[in-house]
């Protein structure tokens, strides 16, 4: 309790030079209007020979961990 006590609060000043921009996922618009986010992992583009898509569910989330052995 007292280390929760003596943290300051995030600054909510966007001049303050400890301002933190809010960082988002890539994402895409869908024709309704929600977004879909997604994360890209592995080696970079020009260098993959396959690409894996996977879709999840409600219950989960874009930063599940998915093992994959070659």
Do not use: W
């Amino acid at each position: 309790m007292f280390y929760q006590g003596t943290q300051l609060p995030p600054p909510n000043n966007r001049d303050s030079p400890d301002y933190c921009v809010p960082v988002s996922p890539p994402r895409i618009k869908l024709r309704d209007g929600r977004f879909l986010a997604y994360r890209e992992k592995g080696v970079p583009k020009d260098q993959a020979k396959h690409s894996i898509i996977i879709v999840h569910g409600f219950g989960s989330s874009k930063d599940m961990n998915f093992l994959a052995y070659g």
